[in-house]
C-alpha cells in the first residue's frame, strides 16, 4: 500500500464548477501538507500549504486537512479552463529531519469552457 | 531572477550506457532533490542532498548515483541505463530555513533508453 493515495482521474467538469480533489494518507507522522499544480510539459508548483488540521484558503482555492482521518482536500471554486492541470498532494514528516516531500500520484483535471 | 535548470531537455541513449543529468539552481539552496515521474506512480524519490558533499538516498535510488561537490549543481548519473529507467526527472531545491518546506521544480528532462 502506497503511503499517500490519490485518484488519477482525469476528472473532467465544466468552467464555474466547484471541483474537490482530495489524498488519503497512512503515516501518521507528516504534518505538513501541500498542493502543487503541475502544467503539460512542465515541473510542478506550489498552489497551497497547510500545517497540521484545519482549512486555508487562498483566492478561489481552498485546502483543508483532517489528520484524524488522515484525509486532505483541495476545493477549487469557480473552476477556469486555466485550471486545467494535474494536482499532486505532497506531505512532509519534518521531525524526523527529513526535508523530502512525499507525493500522491496526481489527480489530472480538465475543465472545459 | 534565480532559476533552476536541467539538461539536457530530452535524451535518447541506449542500454548499458553511462548518462549523467545535470542541474543546476541559482537560488543558493543548500537543499537539492531528484524525483522520477512515471504514470500512475507520481513522483518518486531517486537521491537529495542537505548541502555540500551530502548526499542520500530516496525510495527508488537502484541504479543511480549523484554527487554534490558545490551549492548549485547536483549531477544525476545512471550508472547502466536500463529500459525502466525511461522516464521524466526532475531537479527540485529548497531553503531549509523556510518554514513551507516549498520545492521549487527545474522543467524536468524526458530520457528514453532504448
Known amino acids: 500500500q502506497k503511503e499517500v493515495e490519490q485518484d488519477p482521474g482525469p476528472l473532467s467538469v465544466p468552467e464555474g464548477a466547484i471541483v474537490s480533489l482530495n489524498c488519503t494518507y497512512s503515516?501518521?507522522?507528516?504534518?505538513?501538507f501541500m498542493w502543487y499544480r503541475q502544467y503539460s510539459r512542465k515541473g510542478p508548483e506550489l498552489l497551497m500549504y497547510?500545517?497540521?488540521?484545519g482549512n486555508k484558503e487562498d483566492g478561489r482555492f481552498t485546502a483543508q486537512v483532517d489528520k484524524s482521518s488522515k484525509y486532505i482536500s483541495l476545493f477549487i471554486r469557480d473552476s477556469q479552463p486555466s485550471d486545467s492541470a494535474t494536482y499532486l498532494c505532497a506531505m512532509e514528516e519534518r521531525d524526523t529531519g527529513r526535508r523530502a516531500l512525499t507525493f500522491g500520484s496526481g489527480t489530472r483535471l480538465q475543465v472545459q469552457p | 531572477d534565480a532559476e533552476i535548470t536541467q539538461s539536457p531537455r530530452h535524451k535518447i541513449t541506449e542500454t548499458g550506457r553511462q548518462v549523467t543529468l545535470a542541474c543546476h539552481q541559482t537560488?543558493?539552496?543548500?537543499?537539492m532533490f531528484w524525483y522520477r515521474q512515471d504514470l500512475g506512480h507520481g513522483l518518486r524519490l531517486i537521491h537529495y542532498s542537505y548541502g555540500v558533499q551530502d548526499t542520500n538516498k530516496g525510495e527508488v535510488s537502484d541504479g543511480y548515483s549523484v554527487s554534490r561537490s558545490n551549492t548549485e549543481d547536483l549531477p544525476l548519473t545512471l550508472e547502466s541505463a536500463a529500459s525502466s529507467q525511461t522516464s521524466v526527472y526532475f531537479c527540485?531545491?529548497?531553503?531549509?530555513?523556510?518554514?513551507?518546506?516549498?520545492?521549487?521544480f527545474g522543467p524536468g528532462t524526458r530520457l528514453t533508453v532504448t
Open positions: 503515516n501518521s507522522a507528516f504534518q505538513y
Open positions: 497547510t500545517y497540521s488540521s
Open positions: 537560488w543558493n539552496h543548500n537543499n
Open positions: 527540485a531545491s529548497s531553503d531549509p530555513g523556510a518554514h513551507s518546506s516549498e520545492q521549487y
